[in-house]
């Protein structure tokens, strides 16, 4: 069984389109979380959910807002598509409580804007 | 806020040879847990390792070991008997008390047969 799983695994698009990246985990975790990484494999977070309360917001234009309809799934939205938007973007989940468990990660989505 | 460094962009190694990625962290924190993730070509990260902050002892999974020098904030991963399948992207990542993870900038690990 797929731990965390993405859809769509890859996405081409043309600018100024709007899309969405879904994200789905099975382990019951508490906290989702979105990374975007660029070509030089930076990763760089995005957001985080627990318990459908947004705790990080990096400086991510607002074109992107992460959309949660329940503990176990934590969709991103993009608005207005850029060129620059173009990166692999991963979802992640880890568990809240004591441990200091890792983060799960997803296949990541490829994303390309022409 | 907490930043991990990974000061070499690229390393290689000799097939069975042993290798040391180097990770240094800033923290103020005493509480907290350091991680190695792989990412091959297939680009899905995968954990290598991991080391709980409170424990003295270097965790090592198999090949895989860590020496987690506290004091420092120094956290390097060393892979004996480099196989061609460690050839990936590794990362070193910081996860703080209150669940927030921080990464590195990553080193391409090359395996030379």
């Known amino acids: 069984d797929t731990a965390v799983s993405q859809t769509p695994k890859y996405l081409v698009t043309q600018m100024g389109n709007d899309k969405s990246i879904k994200c789905e985990q099975n382990l019951g975790h508490d906290t989702m979380y979105w990374y975007k990484q660029d070509s030089k494999k930076f990763l760089k977070i995005m957001f985080s959910?627990?318990?459908?309360?947004?705790?990080i917001n990096e400086t991510v234009p607002n074109r992107f807002s992460p959309k949660s309809p329940d503990k176990a799934h934590l969709n991103l939205h993009i608005n207005s598509l850029e060129l620059g938007d173009s990166a692999v973007y991963f979802c992640?989940?880890?568990?809240?409580?004591?441990?200091?468990?890792?983060?799960?990660f997803g296949p990541g989505t490829r994303l390309t804007v022409l | 806020a907490q930043t991990v460094t990974q000061s070499q962009p690229e390393m290689s190694v000799q097939e069975a040879e042993t290798v040391t990625l180097s990770c240094t962290y800033d923290?103020?924190?005493?509480?907290?847990?350091l991680f190695w993730y792989k990412q091959p070509p297939s680009r899905q990260m995968i954990l290598v390792i991991r080391?709980?902050?409170?424990?003295?002892q270097n965790a090592t999974e198999n090949r895989f070991s860590v020496n987690f020098q506290k004091a420092a904030k120094s956290f390097s991963l060393k892979i004996s008997d480099s196989q061609l399948g460690d050839a990936a992207m590794y990362f070193c990542a910081y996860r703080s008390f209150r669940n927030q993870f921080y990464f590195g900038t990553g080193t391409s690990l090359t395996v030379i047969p």
């Open positions: 080391q709980e902050a409170y424990k003295q």
């Open positions: 992640a989940s880890s568990q809240d409580l004591a441990g200091g468990r890792e983060q799960f």
């Open positions: 959910y627990n318990n459908k309360e947004l705790i």
């Open positions: 923290t103020s924190e005493s509480d907290y847990y």
